[in-house]
């Protein structure tokens, strides 16, 4: 059985970092690409970074530069590290996964990713 548990969430000042962890079960991370996406209320679902074994990470434009994805496969867990973050950083953040090549990084939306995880909160107050 597949399974992803994200945490490190919490609340932030702005310029502040936090680093989020999506530990993955019952899947390898050879095989696996794992995406990063966030939802927040009244605004669309926007995958932010995604990993995978056959490709270059991906970047959302918005965080280009400010967020790094990293993989400890001995953990089986992704990092995503997270610094000057801004008041719009704020969301849900949730880790997917699927295989490689049913997904592509940075070509595929979370709504196509088989697995979810349940998500972790991150609020940047200003």
């Known amino acids: 059985e597949v399974q992803l548990v994200e945490s490190g969430g919490g609340l932030v000042q702005n310029g502040g970092s936090l680093r989020l962890s999506c530990a993955v079960s019952?899947?390898?991370?050879?095989?696996?690409?794992i995406l990063w996406f966030r939802q927040a209320p009244g605004k669309e679902r926007e995958d932010v970074s995604c990993?995978?074994?056959?490709?270059?990470?991906y970047y959302a434009d918005s965080v280009k530069g400010r967020f790094t994805i990293s993989t400890d496969n001995a953990k089986n867990t992704v990092y995503l590290q997270m610094n000057s973050l801004a008041p719009e950083d704020t969301a849900a953040y949730y880790c997917?996964?699927?295989?490689?090549?049913?997904?592509?990084?940075?070509?595929?939306?979370?709504?196509?990713?088989?697995?979810w995880g349940q998500g972790t909160q991150v609020t940047v107050s200003s």
């Open positions: 997917a996964a699927d295989v490689v090549p049913l997904v592509r990084c940075g070509q595929n939306t979370a709504s196509e990713w088989h697995y």
């Open positions: 019952g899947l390898s991370l050879d095989d696996y690409a």
């Open positions: 990993i995978s074994s056959d490709s270059s990470p």
